[in-house]
């Protein structure tokens, strides 16, 4: 199956550092998306890319499309409480399927 | 604001029992997908359908059946449960090539 390399696997910060996190793959894809899930619960779209470079930001979180169609990072500035769960990177290749990386647990420490 | 539901919630097979998830959206979306999620292995595609009429294998479609019975719903059977199967299933849905929408989860157990 499709390889997405998500690291760091976990991370944990005080309340109003920035984070990082990215995803790799061995594929092109056209399009990446970032993932948020909080326990007992489905994953919840955060940020969706769609052409190689473009950088997007949603509140913040900012996100970038590797050039390369072959990489993604996920960036969260000043981290609050709430921010805690699992982010996930996916990856949609040319046929319509979406392979998702392992995840990365983030804990924020008051 | 529906989006898309998954029935059941929880399920408790025994190893041997057939069961059937059921996942419909109400987004007008045309494809459809089934993951299992264990731990440490984020989430893997089992089937997806691209569009009504269409299925096809993810990365572990082995013991599994889908069927795509219209635009809304896509359900995922398993003929014969076995504990490997013990997982969190959930159902997504997207329009064609962009970002995908997810059910609340489906936890099966099988003893």
């Known amino acids: 199956g499709q390889q997405l390399n998500q690291s760091p696997q976990s991370m944990f910060i005080q309340e109003g550092e920035d984070v990082s996190m990215n995803c790799t793959s061995s594929?092109?894809?056209?399009?990446w998306l970032w993932y948020k899930q909080d326990p007992g619960e489905g994953p919840v779209l955060l940020i969706a890319?769609?052409?190689?470079?473009e950088l997007t930001s949603n509140g913040r979180l900012t996100a970038q499309f590797g050039i390369t169609r072959k990489d993604s990072f996920l960036n969260i500035s000043a981290s609050i409480p709430s921010d805690v769960g699992i982010y996930f990177c996916a990856g949609r290749g040319g046929a319509n399927n979406l392979f998702f990386g392992t995840g990365t647990r983030l804990t924020v420490i008051p | 604001n529906a989006g898309v539901t998954q029935t059941p919630k929880f399920q408790v097979l025994k190893t041997g029992q057939s069961m059937t998830l059921q996942c419909a959206q109400d987004m007008n979306h045309n494809s459809m997908y089934w993951y299992r999620q264990d731990p440490g292995m984020g989430l893997r595609l089992i089937y997806y359908s691209a569009s009504e009429g269409t299925t096809d294998k993810g990365e572990v479609p082995n013991g599994y059946n889908v069927s795509r019975l219209n635009k809304r719903e896509f359900s995922l059977r398993l003929e014969s449960a076995a504990p490997s199967q013990t997982s969190v299933y959930f159902c997504?849905?997207?329009?064609?090539?962009?970002?995908?929408?997810f059910g609340q989860g489906t936890r099966l157990t099988v003893v």
């Open positions: 890319l769609y052409k190689a470079g």
């Open positions: 594929s092109i894809f056209n399009t």
């Open positions: 997504a849905s997207s329009l064609m090539n962009t970002e995908a929408f």
